[in-house]
């Protein structure tokens, strides 16, 4: 948890009490209570999802290293510009289609990306953001069929953590593919709290999607 005084550097920080994001993009920037609520306690949060994250630099170079349960993993170039500009010209839908493509290429296994010149992200946010019902909800069957070794196996998950899986804007996104996946007979969940399960036409379609990588 950073305090009021520190100068925990370029980045997006979380209030802990109210949620309200504040963004630093000066080294030297030192950390204000919260403009909302004053608290004093704040944690460093994901520049894409804005969830808890884990986030460093790397020596000699202006970019941040991410860790993100949310979004994997990805390299940001010029975090100050990022902080200064970017938040706020790409709203927060735009930057959840980033999340989708980073935890994509994260469960896929590729490197991490790194993000700088905006054309480029834009052109990722309307790729994402054109994706249609079938491809979330063949996304939600691959990534439940590649996490199960056989038939049967139950796969926990976490709306708040994996809906970019389904190229979702919120975790309200992925309820709404699971349950789309369950009325098509694809997936079964047992009960509230239990991992989900595909079921054999499911299981058939993700082994299909599996092949095609
Ligand atoms: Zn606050
Ligand atoms: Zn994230």
Same mark, same amino acid.
């Given at each position: 948890?950073?305090?009021?005084?520190?100068?925990?550097?370029?980045?997006?920080?979380?209030?802990?009490?109210?949620?309200?994001?504040?963004?630093?993009?000066?080294?030297?920037?030192?950390?204000?209570?919260?403009?909302?609520?004053?608290?004093?306690?704040? +944690? !460093?949060?994901?520049?894409?999802?804005?969830?808890?994250?884990?986030?460093?630099?790397?020596?000699?170079?202006? /970019?941040?290293?991410?860790?993100?349960?949310?979004?994997?993993?990805?390299?940001?170039? +010029?975090?100050? %510009?990022?902080?200064?500009?970017?938040?706020?010209?790409?709203?927060?839908?735009?930057?959840? %289609?980033?999340?989708?493509?980073?935890? +994509?290429? @994260?469960?896929?296994?590729?490197?991490?990306?790194?993000?700088?010149?905006?054309?480029?992200?834009?052109?990722?946010?309307?790729?994402?953001?054109?994706?249609?019902?079938?491809?979330?909800? !063949?996304?939600?069957?691959?990534?439940?069929?590649?996490?199960?070794?056989?038939?049967?196996?139950? /796969?926990?998950?976490?709306?708040?953590?994996?809906?970019?899986?389904?190229?979702?804007?919120?975790?309200?996104? @992925?309820?709404?593919?699971?349950?789309?996946? %369950?009325?098509?007979?694809?997936?079964?969940?047992?009960?509230?709290?239990?991992?989900?399960?595909?079921?054999? +036409?499911?299981?058939?379609?993700?082994?299909?999607? %599996?092949?095609?990588?």
């Amino acid at each position: 948890m950073l305090t009021t005084g520190e100068k925990p550097g370029v980045g997006t920080y979380k209030c802990a009490n109210c949620g309200t994001i504040v963004g630093l993009d000066d080294p030297d920037d030192t950390l204000s209570p919260c403009p909302s609520c004053d608290n004093t306690e704040f +944690e !460093e949060v994901c520049y894409l999802c804005e969830n808890e994250a884990s986030v460093s630099g790397e020596f000699g170079r202006d /970019v941040s290293f991410v860790r993100c349960e949310t979004c994997g993993k990805y390299y940001l170039g +010029e975090p100050s %510009m990022w902080v200064k500009h970017y938040r706020e010209e790409a709203p927060r839908e735009k930057r959840t %289609m980033l999340s989708a493509y980073t935890r +994509e290429r @994260f469960e896929r296994g590729e490197n991490p990306p790194e993000f700088g010149d905006s054309n480029a992200l834009k052109e990722i946010i309307t790729k994402y953001e054109n994706k249609t019902l079938d491809e979330k909800l !063949e996304n939600l069957i691959w990534y439940i069929r590649k996490k199960s070794s056989q038939f049967g196996d139950s /796969v926990s998950w976490d709306a708040r953590k994996d809906y970019p899986i389904t190229y979702s804007l919120s975790p309200e996104g @992925f309820t709404k593919i699971r349950d789309l996946a %369950m009325e098509k007979d694809l997936l079964d969940w047992p009960a509230r709290g239990a991992g989900l399960k595909l079921k054999e +036409e499911g299981w058939k379609l993700g082994t299909e999607l %599996m092949k095609r990588e």
